[in-house]
């Protein structure tokens, strides 16, 4: 009797166990020069609808350079029916939400010489001004990142990550620091990535396509802070530079 009541206890947690929400996506192509794609993500029913801006569509030497963090900013604003572009972003006025200028205001910054990159710190706070709930993390853990960032995908929340320069197993995610936006999971297990550099999905600009599961993008091509100045606005060397956004509720 008591083979058969553990049996039975065995069976029912199986039964109740919880299914990873795996997300389907259609990708539209646009001609549109500033978005060459759009993409409809679809995780368990909550669809989301990104413009995947190209950083070197808005005719701006720096952002063509340097504007990656903007344009990943602007993608995730875009999911969520605010139409700012990173052009409105970068060079938009202080009393313009979505623009640097506003979110250095408000932290009584000055605005810096242009040509320097946007840090997470900076994207988060910019996120927020914006009306877009989110916290930035800068040190963990490669278990509790792959555990957060796979809880907000299947969640339907995008996330928006730091990628290094270096090539591994054949992928090269960037010629230099960049911002990727993550927008899911699809059903084979592999990240949905979203790459501000020419407004390409699941593609590097440097090696071309890839597929990579989270655990895969967390472990070969990013990295958790080991500086302490990692609230900086702007980039202030690699150590303080790393790290995630997730987006919440």
């Not at 200028?101 to 320097?116: E, F, M, P, Y």
């Not at 297990?189 to 967390?218: D, E, R």
Request: aromatic share 10%; glycine share 8%; charged share 20%.
């Amino acid at each position: 009797m008591r083979k058969f009541i553990a049996l039975l206890m065995a069976a029912l947690m199986v039964c109740t166990a919880t299914v990873s929400a795996a997300s389907t996506y259609k990708v539209k192509t646009t001609g549109n020069r500033r978005y060459p794609r759009i993409v409809t993500v679809n995780t368990d029913g909550a669809k989301k609808k990104y413009k995947v801006y190209d950083q070197t569509g808005f005719n701006s030497a720096y952002l063509s350079q340097r504007g990656c963090a903007h344009t990943a900013a602007a993608i995730v604003m875009s999911a969520y029916g605010k139409k700012y572009t990173p052009y409105d972003i970068h060079y938009g006025a202080v009393n313009k939400k979505c623009s640097e200028r506003h979110a250095l205001d408000k932290l009584d910054k000055r605005v810096a010489v242009t040509g320097q990159s946007l840090s997470i710190f900076s994207v988060s706070k910019i996120l927020k001004n914006a009306g877009i709930k989110n916290h930035a993390v800068y040190k963990y853990k490669e278990p509790d990142a792959v555990r957060e960032i796979t809880e907000n995908l299947e969640a339907g929340r995008p996330v928006i990550i730091m990628c290094h320069r270096k090539k591994v197993k054949g992928v090269k995610l960037a010629n230099s620091y960049h911002m990727l936006v993550l927008a899911g999971i699809d059903k084979k297990g592999n990240a949905i990535v979203l790459n501000p550099a020419l407004g390409l999905v699941n593609k590097s600009h440097c090696t071309g396509k890839f597929k990579l599961t989270v655990k895969q993008l967390v472990r070969r091509h990013m990295w958790s802070c080991t500086g302490k100045q990692y609230k900086s606005f702007y980039f202030n060397g690699a150590a303080n530079y790393g790290g995630y956004i997730i987006i919440d509720k």
